[in-house]
């Protein structure tokens, strides 16, 4: 110990950097961390610092060790990877089979679905879109059936297998559908069944303008992340839909992002704001054939769809929970907690207390300070009492 303690004071009376020993190799880019602490907060002689001082700062330390052995978050957006079952030599040829059936019989049929459904599609949405312009109420009608016939052609091009529990939705004024997200495919899950306007991510290439042509003409709300000015104009346009009496039912994933299905981030508390009826709806995919989850990062939407449908198929839960209001003396983050709770017991999702937002970007500053400061009292409250 003395023969390092003199290699460090070398150094640092040459200006160089300074030497730790690591087994019997010195490192010199490791640093000092005595250098970091006051002198005067040192209640022993520099050179001197104890292993159990620093180890009694317990609750930092407990806090980041948890981070890396229990990552929750990280956890949230990982797709779990199937579990291989043709391991021995009676089953790789049967696997094999399966392989030749999905890519080379199944994937042509459900190529073909898919591209008659968008000749019916096209068809009669072009002259309803632009003949019809002066009977809105009767075009608004037969675009919304249009829409929700294109959606049930996706989901036979999968092999959609899809059991909703519960009443269908009705067109009521004042209520908003909120339900946790897995992938896109949940709004096209549950626009088969109700043309629903939806708040989504403007997406670019031949989704973005299926969003701007087709999917506008339900009322949608498109935003972007990473504009600061978009919040203010989607809490607008959200307000002025939510009351309009013709409109669309809106649907909303208050998650923020795709979320792998096992587990549910923070609700955004925006739309529990708005003073208006929340019905619920809890997606549940079974993994048995295919997991559903769509990790944008890693996987374009197109990529997904190919996935999907070179599955054998898609099965789905859907559940239309009893409608929700705001309680008396109940704060908006409690409704939405409260509702939260309802889809994450239905769908059998673990709870977790995270932003899904954090997934873009970075913590934000007040946050990283908060942590900071935290961490400075627990030094000084430790050497203080010393």
């Known amino acids: 110990m003395e023969e390092i303690a003199d290699n460090n004071l070398n150094n640092k009376n040459n200006g160089g950097k300074k030497l730790s020993r690591v087994g019997t190799e010195l490192d010199l880019d490791r640093p000092n961390i005595e250098d970091y602490l006051p002198s005067e907060s040192l209640p022993l002689p520099r050179g001197k610092l104890r292993l159990r001082d620093l180890i009694d700062i317990s609750p930092a330390l407990t806090e980041a060790a948890g981070a890396i052995v229990d990552d929750s978050f990280t956890r949230c957006f990982k797709s779990n990877s199937p579990e291989p079952w043709n391991w021995n030599l009676y089953l790789f040829p049967l696997w094999c089979c399966g392989v030749v059936a999905r890519y080379f019989v199944i994937f042509p049929l459900r190529v073909l679905v898919l591209t008659i459904g968008w000749i019916i599609f096209l068809s009669l949405y072009i002259p309803v879109h632009f003949f019809l312009k002066g009977q809105d109420k009767l075009r608004k009608k037969l675009e919304r059936s249009l829409v929700e016939l294109i959606c049930s052609f996706f989901v036979a091009s999968w092999t959609g297998v899809i059991k ?165 003396g109940e704060t908006s983050i409690q409704f939405a907690e409260r509702v939260r709770d309802m889809i994450a017991h239905r769908a059998g999702l673990k709870k977790v207390p995270w932003d899904g937002y954090l997934k873009y970007s970075r913590p934000s500053p007040r946050l990283t300070e908060s942590k900071q400061k935290s961490f400075a009292k627990s030094i000084l409250a430790r050497y203080q009492d010393k």
């Not at 096992?262 to 508390?269: A, D, G, P, Q």
């Open 164 to 328: 909703y529990h519960g009443p269908r939705p009705s067109m009521r004024s004042k209520q908003v559908f909120v339900a946790n997200h897995t992938s896109m495919i949940d709004f096209i899950v549950l626009e088969q069944m109700t043309a629903f306007a939806v708040i989504m991510q403007k997406h670019p290439g031949w989704v973005g303008l299926l969003q701007t042509t087709i999917l506008e003409s339900l009322g949608c709300i498109w935003f972007n992340r990473s504009e600061e000015k978009d919040r203010v104009i989607v809490a607008r346009k959200l307000r002025e839909h939510v009351h309009g009496a013709d409109n669309n039912p809106l649907l909303i994933f208050p998650e923020g992002t795709c979320v792998n299905n096992e587990y549910i981030v923070m609700f955004k508390k925006g739309v529990f704001e708005l003073g208006c009826t929340i019905c619920p709806v809890a997606i549940k995919y079974n993994k048995i054939f295919v997991d559903a989850f769509w990790n944008s990062r890693k996987q374009s939407f197109t990529m997904h769809l190919l996935q999907l449908m070179t599955s054998w198929a898609v099965v789905c839960d859907v559940w239309y929970l009893e409608p929700q209001t705001l309680r008396t």
